[in-house]
């Protein structure tokens, strides 16, 4: 008797995106061969790449349209809205009558899973909400709306209960205004609902050609163009297209009403002069929501070769930018009555940049806890975690050093499998393989990461902090000045500089460690490494009163400091490392750190 074959049906909640053509049947009828060949260049410029970008597949091309799937509404949202912006942006020449528009439906659904299809009401949802959707629009279900909220750079009107075609049961849907209030939304009379901008939301405005030579503005858009290129790579930032943003070009404007129109929270202007082979850059960067001045800054730079100029000052003001959004986003944190996980991890970043003390470690570690416990794949929040057991593990006896450092990885391997392409996790992996013995290995990551980001500068001074490990101190300063060249004020520069300021003490340039190690203590008196390094250093040059001076500061931030903890804490068994290290041993012993 033959038994009858069972198999079990894969399911899976998923984000769906359905999308076709609005009127595609009239534009083949028109000129099939030109809509095929703009349908196929769209698909292939704008709507393939949004949807990897943010995580999504498409399972299946329809004709006319398309079905997408992923792993987070959100970011089927974000991906829509990228796709679509681009289309609108790549069809502006296009006759209004010939040009290519899609309509895209978007909803959460238990989904039945084939290797090349997807079934159940979800995909049907999804595909009814399309059919909606205005030509170049978005619709979405309520279930889709809930996750959304507050999290993308749009507003949405409620279009209330849908009865859509083959549905037993009305959806409640919302139609995405990506470009404010439409006159057919508000005759409708249809309740609009404001989104907060997103945070790290940031419009780079075109930069004014102060020269009175037309032959700059190549430069001067170049900066404009490169800047909000390398701002996108911000982790978890939301920067609107150069395309929208150079609509703003020669124009007068009023930065909150473009901080409304385009949702954003910061707006970032400036200018370019040029007079001779002098080149000044003048940046601010703005709340677009208050009209605060939050930052400024000039640059004043000897042209030499303008695209390395235009290289430098693009690579310093994205990570100027970085750290100031930062600390912005930490303060309306504060504000918050009721702070969801990405609140709590920017108050966690900036706890953890206050100093590495322990108290400040601990209320870091706290906020990034919370973090996770409302959103356990939160990746920022997992790194944080990383970084305050990396930085307690450094400063603790072997046995405890070993379990954080272990901990630390196995968090950076988990932040990795839901985000492989974020390039600070793999930098924070560099850095703890550094930290262990495995030096060539965190080098390899911290490549990696620069490869992914050209403009994480604590890559490479982490890769100079390895060059010590590895009985290559003299290399070090190379490396952190590169760091210092790319992110001269960054929140963790005196960082850099103290392992500069110890790799001049391992290759006895005591004098220069001083100076160094006294630049670090003046970008954050709360390290103690820095001031145990500077007793060190004082020390070895004979001026025992500072050097006393220096360690007592030290140990009134790290009362346990002792020197047998020092000895016990070594991060590599390299013979020439361990050789030189003694010198900062034999420095602490003069300095009065206490034997323990």
């Not at 392409?421 to 290995?441: C, D, F, M, Q, V």
Request: aromatic share 8%; net charge negative.
């Amino acid at each position: 008797m033959v038994q009858e074959r069972t198999s079990r049906v894969g399911r899976r909640l998923s984000a769906i995106v359905a999308a076709d053509v609005a009127g595609y049947s009239r534009l083949m009828h028109h000129d099939e061969e030109a809509t095929h060949a703009k349908l196929t260049a769209l698909l292939a410029d704008a709507v393939e790449p949004a949807i990897s970008e943010h995580g999504g597949r498409i399972v299946k091309n329809t004709g006319d349209g398309f079905l997408a799937e992923f792993a987070s509404a959100v970011e089927a949202v974000r991906a829509a809205i990228q796709f679509q912006t681009r289309i609108k942006e790549f069809t502006i020449p296009d006759a209004k009558d010939r040009r290519i528009a899609f309509r895209v439906g978007v909803n959460i659904g238990d989904v039945i899973v084939e290797p090349n299809d997807i079934f159940g009401d979800g995909v049907n949802i999804a595909a009814r909400l399309e059919s909606i959707a205005e030509p170049g629009g978005i619709c979405i279900s309520s279930s889709a709306y809930d996750q959304i909220r507050g999290k993308v750079g749009i507003e949405f009107a409620d279009l209330g209960e849908q009865t859509l075609k083959n549905i037993s049961r009305p959806v409640r849907a919302y139609a995405a205004i990506p470009d404010g209030f439409s006159p057919a939304i508000q005759a409708d009379g249809l309740r609009l609902i404001p989104l907060s901008p997103p945070r790290l939301s940031i419009v780079v405005l075109p930069f004014a050609n102060l020269s009175g030579d037309a032959e700059q503005d190549y430069f001067v858009d170049g900066v404009t163009e490169s800047l909000t290129t390398d701002l996108s790579r911000i982790d978890g930032s939301f920067v609107i297209g150069r395309h929208t943003a150079f609509t703003y070009k020669d124009k007068a404007f009023d930065l909150k009403k473009v901080g409304r129109e385009l949702n954003v929270r910061y707006a970032l202007e400036g200018s370019v002069q040029r007079s001779g082979n002098q080149l000044r850059v003048n940046v601010q960067l703005i709340d677009a929501e208050s009209g605060n001045h939050l930052w400024a800054e000039r640059f004043d730079k000897s042209v030499a070769d303008l695209f390395d100029v235009q290289d430098e000052i693009v690579c310093r003001l994205a990570n100027t930018v970085d750290d100031k959004l930062l600390v912005a986003e930490a303060r309306r944190a504060e504000r918050s009555l009721h702070p969801d996980a990405t609140d709590l991890e920017f108050l966690g970043r900036a706890s953890f940049n206050k100093g590495q003390t322990p108290e400040n470690l601990t209320e870091a570690r706290g906020f990034f806890e919370r973090a996770l416990a409302l959103e356990p794949s939160h990746v920022r929040a997992l790194l944080g975690i990383a970084l305050v057991d990396m930085a307690i593990g450094n400063g603790l006896v072997p046995e405890d050093r070993t379990a954080r450092f272990g901990m630390a990885e196995a968090t950076l391997i988990k932040a990795l499998s839901l985000a492989p392409e974020s390039a600070a996790a793999h930098a924070y992996l560099g850095i703890a393989k550094i930290s262990t013995n495995r030096g060539a290995e965190g080098i390899a990551e911290c490549e990696h990461a620069l490869a992914l980001d050209r403009n994480l500068a604590y890559a490479h001074a982490c890769i100079g902090l390895a060059k010590l490990y590895t009985g290559r101190a003299a290399e070090t300063e190379a490396h952190v000045q590169e760091a210092l060249r790319l992110s001269p004020r960054d929140a963790n520069a005196y960082y850099w500089i103290m392992f500069l300021g110890t790799a001049k003490i391992l290759i006895r340039a005591d004098a220069e460690a001083v100076v160094w190690l006294r630049r670090s203590i003046d970008g954050n008196r709360n390290l103690p490494f820095a001031h145990f390094a500077l007793a060190a250093a004082l020390a070895n040059l004979g001026q025992l009163d500072e050097a006393h001076a220096a360690a007592q500061a030290g140990l009134a931030l790290f009362p346990s400091y002792t020197l047998r903890r020092f000895r016990n804490a070594a991060l590599s068994n390299n013979s020439i490392y361990l050789a030189e290290r003694e010198r900062i041993y034999e420095g602490l012993r003069l300095a009065g750190v206490p034997e323990g």
